[in-house]
């Protein structure tokens, strides 16, 4: 079965960074890109970033371009979202996804994504 693991979440302070970390079994990973979303509680999902299969390209929404990087290592499965400078307002579960794509250079930005995490859980204090 296909399965999307993450890991890295957790309770830290304003300013301070995390690192989130997505690994995948039972897909060919390099088949895929791959993405970040969020969902703050009492709102909708809303995209992060994604990466595209090569990882040559990637994609932020506007008010994280600054502080969050996304980037991927096919040999061990896993995409990673390093989060610097953090604040309140990114308080939310985090998801990653995975977007079945023959393109290499692809890089998804709405959400119909093929296969997706369980969350994990982000909560920054002020």
């Known amino acids: 079965q296909v399965q999307l693991v993450e890991s890295g979440g957790g309770l830290v302070q304003a300013g301070d960074s995390l690192r989130l970390s997505c690994t995948a079994s039972g897909l060919t990973f390099s088949n895929y890109a791959l993405g970040w979303f969020r969902q703050a509680p009492g709102k909708e999902r809303e995209f992060v970033a994604a990466?595209?299969?090569?990882?040559?390209?990637?994609y932020y929404r506007n008010w994280v371009k600054d502080r969050f990087t996304v980037s991927r290592l096919n040999a061990e499965n896993t995409v990673n979202l390093q989060m610097n400078n953090l604040k309140p307002e990114d308080t939310a579960v985090y998801y990653c996804?995975?977007?079945?794509?023959?393109?290499?250079?692809?890089?998804?930005?709405?959400?119909?994504?093929?296969?997706w995490g369980q969350g994990t859980q982000v909560t920054v204090s002020a």
């Open positions: 996804a995975a977007d079945q794509t023959p393109f290499s250079d692809y890089v998804p930005i709405n959400y119909d994504y093929t296969y």
């Open positions: 990466i595209s299969r090569s990882g040559d390209k990637a």
